[in-house]
């Protein structure tokens, strides 16, 4: 390639193909803002001169617009480029940006209460619960000691047991309850709220009749008192089975499937989930969307609505018979000839899409043979080799460095064709180089990350445009899961319909086949001459 | 043919076949098909396709047996008097190529002529 020997960054300029003829100039990678319409594009470098120009990154104004650019030369092609819709600049915030940010602020206040409060109630309850039995057995030494009987063996093993059963109590409920919180739901947590409700009661009647029937007649049984506290431990312990049977066991057969599909191009997946709240089932969906669903590109959802403004920008409809309010009549008027139209869009969709793609795979044809080239240069250097190296021997790092600007354009090209170029910065696309020379990847593997668009956690977490989600729903969202529910999933782009369907009642039966009854018979018609 | 089991056959031919001596062998001069342990779906003569007879799948020329009047096609229902109907493709050969009996009476049943009989009892 005639130009990768200078190259020293990566650019990011509209007008391609033609383009091959640049020599010797120093490119470097910038993102425009979204822009919807053609606008007059400004360039980088010059064409065909063997000269070298240098662009400095302009500290541009908010909502950056590029027009405004006057020390830019212009390209000759500059009238051909086609407007790619792209994201935002490093030096500019736009419009979304500003949203999201105070967006961010404000919900990271308000919620925080909302948090803590459950916490907070939840773990003084879970420290009252713990400190009542020692209460209970410490209680009468302390108060009425001379009027106590004494006890043997018996105590001391009883002590014993209830020590290794609150150690027990401590270790599960440590294990159940204390875990990062995942996410933050509209409402609460109905079996936890019930739960801690169950255990409150408890201990509050427990400690009643504590209250009443020992402190204040000055019970001498201490037999009787360690006995009881060690009910209210086993007691404690059964709740806490219950819990586990509640909020981790009960779901985890499979009852429903969900039907998730992404309002924006229909892509859709199903999971399956037991028992659940609406807001949890949610929850799940989410947890899911990140890995499962191909990232949300809105630059591929441009075409369609280009398509469908045109088709229904060319009719008017004029009122011949007088003033007359029949607005409907006049909407079906306009539908009714705009399906009758004969209208040729579709011929050039089909014809569109078809150049598109031979075009697609042109240039794919062109990276992976760039890319297969630029990897056979690099050698693993083994370990004895490593103090009688020829040449200068890089860490992986440099490694990529240097075998990148021979891939950069015909990466860059078919990133732009397939509208991805805004979720592969530079940086990232070094990185994942240099991840694959350290780990051995073939071409092939280092190359499939940018073929196919991958799920959101690929990419870097401010491609990801948002983890707000409000969730829309018919029902109160801490019902369960139902047949028939649909319930939506919004964030700020787009939207997830979910479907639930229930899993068709199964019957299964038995049908017994001796093995030695498979017998064969060859049918013949075979002819006899007599 | 359409033949009906149970009903009787309206058209029958008795056919005589006077076997010519070759070196060690009798022949009758044509092929058979069929027998209940043949597939009976692959017989190109049958009507029924579940039909499981004994049917001449090829008559050679001047043989015996087109002397006698044997036409390809036709299903044999009888050999000697003894029954082809129910039998299997190998017990068929074996009473067609009894050494002890020079001559053959086929009771043989033709599409043609059931058809012709039909017609001339409809008209």
Known sequence: ?530 | MSYIPGQPVTAVVVIEIHKLRQGENLILGFSIGGGIDQDPSQNPFSEDKTDKGIYVTRVSEGGPAEIAGLQIGDKIMQVNGWDMTMVTHDQARKRLTKRSEEVVRLLVTRQSLQKAVQQSMLS
């Open chain 1, 1 to 530: 390639m005639d130009t990768e020997s200078t190259y020293s960054g990566y650019s990011y300029y509209s007008s391609h193909s033609k383009k091959s003829h640049r020599q010797g100039s120093l490119l470097f990678f910038r993102e425009r803002t979204r822009e919807r319409h053609k606008s007059p594009r400004n360039k980088d470098g010059r064409g065909s001169e063997k000269s070298v120009t240098i662009q400095p990154p302009t500290g541009e104004p908010l909502l950056g617009n590029d027009s405004t650019r006057t020390e830019e030369v212009q390209d000759d092609n500059w009238g051909e480029t086609t407007t790619a819709i792209t994201g935002t600049s490093e030096h500019s915030i736009s419009q979304e940006d500003i949203a999201r940010i105070s967006k961010d602020m404000e919900d990271s206040v308000g919620l925080d209460c909302k948090r803590y409060l459950g916490l907070t109630v939840a773990s003084f309850l879970g420290l009252l619960v713990f400190l009542t039995p020692i209460a209970f057995i410490l209680l009468p030494p302390i108060l009425w000691r001379d009027e106590l009987e004494p006890c043997g063996t018996i105590c001391e093993g009883l002590f014993i047991s209830m020590a290794f059963k609150l150690l027990i109590l401590l270790i599960g409920t440590w294990a159940l309850f204390f875990r990062k919180r995942r996410a933050d739901m509209p409402r609460v947590f109905v079996f936890r709220a019930l739960l801690l409700v169950l255990i409150f009661l408890f201990v509050v009647s427990y400690w009643l009749f504590y209250g009443v029937r020992i402190l204040d007649s000055r019970d001498r049984n201490y037999q009787g008192i360690v006995q009881y506290a060690v009910s209210l431990v086993d007691a404690l312990l059964f709740i806490h089975y219950l819990a586990i049977v509640l909020l981790e066991l009960r779901q985890l057969q499979p009852m429903f499937t969900l039907q998730v599909v992404r309002s924006t191009d229909g892509e859709s997946r199903f999971y399956s989930l037991g028992h659940l709240s609406i807001q949890r089932a949610a929850l799940v969906v989410l947890e899911n969307y990140y890995k499962d669903f191909t990232i949300y590109n809105p630059n591929l959802l441009t075409a369609s609505k280009f398509r469908a403004a045109k088709h229904m920008a060319g009719l008017k409809v004029y009122n011949v018979d007088g003033p007359s309010n029949n607005a409907t009549g006049q909407s079906r008027a306009m539908i009714a000839a705009a399906a009758r139209r004969r209208d040729s869009s579709h011929n050039e969709l089909y014809y569109e899409e078809a150049e598109h793609e031979r075009r697609v795979k042109k240039r794919k044809a062109r990276l992976v043979v760039a890319v297969e080239e630029a990897f056979i240069h690099i050698q693993r250097l083994q370990a004895e080799e490593q103090q009688k190296a020829p040449g200068e021997v890089m860490d992986p790092r440099e490694a990529a460095q240097a075998i990148f600007p021979s891939m950069a354009r015909a990466l860059q090209k078919y990133l732009r064709i397939t509208r991805q170029q805004n979720y592969h910065s530079m940086e990232s696309i070094l990185q994942h180089l240099a991840f694959c020379i350290t780990n051995g990847m073939t071409p092939k593997a280092f190359l499939e990350r940018y073929l196919s668009a991958g799920p959101t956690l690929q990419y870097d977490k401010d491609r990801w445009l948002s983890t707000q989600w409000r969730l829309v729903s018919d029902e109160a969202v801490t019902n369960g899961l139902r047949d028939g529910i649909v319930f939506v999933l919004k964030c700020l782009d787009f939207s997830l319909v979910v479907n639930v369907k229930k899993i068709p009642f199964i019957i299964l039966s038995e049908e017994f086949i001796d093995p030695k009854s498979h017998k064969f018979v060859l049918r013949l018609q075979s002819e006899t001459s007599v």
